[in-house]
């Protein structure tokens, strides 16, 4: 019996690492607040995000891809569980769904991969609002925790003097901290835990590894060294023709009606316009090198032929356009985000203009993995286009903030239904700034548009808070203070 023993082990670890072989790893990394400033998706001219571009040069690009809100909380919870926004009644950024009873048991997308044999591993920001297991819940939403990320080192006091509404904490840019050492950052972590995690997890079960990095979101602190990448000047400053909100309606401002994030009123009255688009283009161009790290932590580990990369962003942002900065919008700076898969089964050098959402990254892992599929998904799988970028698309990408307010985005065109029926229309491919509505012009085009409108338009669940807007008898109510019929749109207070 006892000579036996050793072919049986190593029967036993064989077939260990052939379930690990079948079952390709999963490296997810989410960045927050990043539009489309990445070299890769022809938006600013100036970006420098060598590593991100690597990437995309790697695997499939998704270059008309969207997120389904435009705010941290519903869009993350969305990805998360595979449900829009509009299902789900999580508009604002709270509450945590979980704490919503119809959510509270659904099967996430990391308990969906340990469910089916994977460790799964946390990093950094990848939730809105735990950065580590909630005492109260008995399923782990990840089995291993790590880096907390967030910010990291603050300044001693704002380095931009006061902001409107509030003098919000988080209102803050510039260079810090001032001796060029990264290391003191909450990202720099992320990627130093997700590395460490990479050499020493064990090896006998295939892994779903996150990495969620917190900048380019405010406050954008950056080292001089990443500033330097960028001129001083208003070359940095993407274009912003004067008047471009003439031919949008009332009620694209009932969605971000006050918000602690400045207008671009006060960026140009305190002189903040370069300094703000510098602070964002060095944060990004930081975060790029942080996932660098990580890329080459991948390939050091001889894991990238059996690594499916997927990277992503949760919703974009304006850093002046359309006179606003922040998010909180249905406009290509607000929706728009990168969207990149790479690994066994993707084709590589691929760049796709088929709309994608945020939401298919669920469906789609769970097929390139051959996980059992899910019922509750509202996502598509992006497989036909990661095999073939133009394989056909059959819907549209539907972005919402707040019930009634929709973006919808094909190849050609974004359609705008805002909650009083106002609309815009733009063609996204001789406009891609989307600078000229023409809703009044383009009638057959509105009307094919609007039939993907969704059935399910939910109100904000019970404890909804933070940037949720209502609309009861014709009344926008914007965090619980009615908006008047003449009240001045909030500029500057
Ligand atoms: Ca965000
Ligand atoms: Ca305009």
């Known amino acids: 019996m006892k000579r036996f023993f050793p072919y049986l082990l190593s029967l036993t670890l064989t077939s260990f690492a052939g379930t690990a072989a079948e079952k390709p790893n999963i490296l997810f990394i989410a960045i927050d607040d990043q539009n489309d400033w990445i070299g890769c998706m022809d938006s600013h001219p100036m970006v420098k995000t060598p590593n991100i571009d690597k990437l995309a040069a790697r695997g499939t690009l998704f270059a008309n891809a969207h997120c389904q809100a435009p705010l941290c909380n519903p869009s993350r919870t969305s990805l998360m569980i595979g449900l ?49 297991q909630p005492k109260t819940e008995k399923n782990p939403e990840f089995q291993n925790w790590g880096s907390r990320g967030g910010v990291g080192s603050k300044p001693p006091q704002k380095l931009i003097g006061t902001t409107p509404f509030g003098n919000h904490r988080l209102m803050d840019w510039g260079v810090w901290p001032d001796n060029n050492d990264d290391s003191t950052k909450g990202d720099y972590d992320v990627a130093s835990q997700a590395v460490d995690m990479i050499k020493n997890m064990p090896k006998d079960k295939p892994f779903f ?59 140009k009255e305190n002189d903040q316009q370069i300094n703000l688009v510098r602070s964002y283009l060095a944060s990004t161009s930081f975060v790029d090198d942080q996932v660098g790290r990580i890329l080459n932590a991948i390939d050091d580990a001889g894991l990238q032929d059996n690594t499916i990369i997927v990277l992503w962003s949760d919703h974009g942002y304006h850093l002046g356009e359309k006179s606003i900065t922040g998010k909180n919008t249905l406009w290509r700076n607000s929706t728009r985000v990168p969207l990149i898969f790479a690994g066994p089964g993707v084709k590589s050098g691929q760049k796709t203009k088929k709309p994608a959402e945020l939401l298919d990254i669920y469906p789609t892992l769970v097929e390139l993995c051959n996980l059992p599929s899910l019922d509750h998904l509202e996502g598509l799988s992006l497989n036909p286009q990661l095999k073939n970028a133009r394989a056909p698309r059959e819907r549209p990408a539907i972005t919402s903030h707040n019930q009634g307010n929709f973006s919808i985005v094909s190849e050609k065109w974004r359609y705008i239904h805002y909650v009083d029926g106002e609309e815009e229309l733009y063609d996204i491919v001789n406009d891609p700034n989307e600078w000229t509505n023409l809703a009044s012009e383009r009638k057959g085009v509105l009307k094919s548009m609007r039939e993907w409108l969704p059935k399910i338009d939910n109100g904000p669940v019970p404890g909804s808070g933070a940037r949720v807007l209502t609309y009861y008898d014709k009344t926008p109510v914007w965090e619980g203070e009615p908006i008047g019929e003449d009240d001045e749109i909030p500029h500057d207070r």
């Open 209 to 267: 590894l996150t990495a969620g990095f917190f900048l380019p979101h405010v406050p954008c602190y950056a080292t001089q060294k990443w500033f330097d990448l960028y001129p001083n000047d208003e070359s940095v400053l993407p274009p912003m023709p004067e008047g471009d909100r003439d031919d949008t309606p009332r009620s694209s401002w009932w969605i971000h009606w006050k918000l602690p994030e400045p207008r671009q009123k006060w960026l």
């Open 84 to 132: 829009r926004p509009s299902t789900t009644g999580i508009h604002g950024l709270r509450p945590w769904f979980r704490d919503v009873p119809q959510w509270s048991d659904l099967v996430s997308l990391p308990q969906h991969f340990a469910a089916n044999g994977y460790q799964t591993y946390s990093n950094g920001k990848i939730y809105h609002s735990i950065r580590s």
